[in-house]
């Protein structure tokens, strides 16, 4: 039973430019949620998504973007990559009705030089 | 206001030892709070949860407190190993909304 499957592993982008991180959720799951983790932090809520929607959102710029494909998969875009924007991003998948039981994948770790 | 405060920041604990981590909350919407455990290179991997309307929960080697009127909870790692040697984050969720809030992590040694 695959888990939470990310890509790229890693990424370097250059400031000004856009990216775009790819999630498929776990077998079953329909919900997910990416986060932003610094390095030495602890992961920061972007935003969350079900049923092709995003449902919540946290306290991230426009330039953050995200979508979620009938097959449940996500893609998280940023445009405008600044320096600040280096850090592992994680996606988090969970079912329906089941809210508290979140899958994390190991992560993309984009660098911006 | 959404916040988890979590300490100590670094912790190192002899082989055998109890390891201790302790969180505090002031949001009292907060209906979940789960531990995590991240090893380098990997995502967090739920630990063990707790509900506010219980004061302990004990998982094998790994024990939650919570204490609902000090706003405070805490993981025990009882008989800890060099295995454990990663880093934990607490976390709660507001009712209703899915969305996990962290703390800043503890990153934990266990010497042999």
């Known amino acids: 039973d695959a888990g939470v499957t990310q890509s790229p592993t890693h990424l370097i982008k250059t400031r000004g430019q856009q990216v775009t991180l790819r999630c498929s959720p776990k077998s079953g799951h329909d919900t997910v949620s990416w986060y932003q983790q610094a390095l030495g932090q602890g992961p920061q809520f972007i935003f969350q998504?079900?049923?092709?929607?995003?449902?919540q959102r946290g306290n991230f710029p426009d330039r953050f973007s995200g979508h979620q494909f009938p097959n449940y998969s996500s893609e998280l875009n940023v445009n405008a990559l600044l320096l600040g924007d280096s850090a592992l991003y994680l996606c988090?998948?969970?079912?329906?009705?089941?809210?508290?039981?979140?899958?994390f994948g190991s992560g993309t770790r984009l660098t911006v030089v | 206001q959404q916040q988890v405060k979590q300490s100590p920041q670094s912790l190192i604990v002899q082989k055998g030892g109890i390891s201790i981590i302790n969180c505090a909350y002031e949001?009292?919407?907060?209906?979940?709070f789960p531990w995590y455990q991240q090893f380098p290179g990997k995502g967090p991997a739920l630990l063990i949860a707790i509900r506010p309307d219980v004061s302990e929960k004990k998982e094998g080697r790994f024990t939650i407190s919570f204490n609902k009127s000090a706003k405070q909870f805490s993981l025990h790692i009882m008989d800890s190993q060099p295995g454990d040697s990663a880093t934990y984050f607490c976390?709660?969720?507001?009712?209703?909304?899915?969305?996990?809030?962290f703390g800043q992590g503890t990153t934990l040694q266990v010497k042999p």
């Open positions: 949001n009292t919407a907060f209906d979940y």
């Open positions: 998504y079900y049923e092709e929607e995003e449902r």
């Open positions: 988090a998948s969970s079912r329906t009705g089941n809210d508290y039981g979140y899958t």
């Open positions: 976390a709660a969720i507001p009712g209703n909304t899915g969305k996990l809030i």
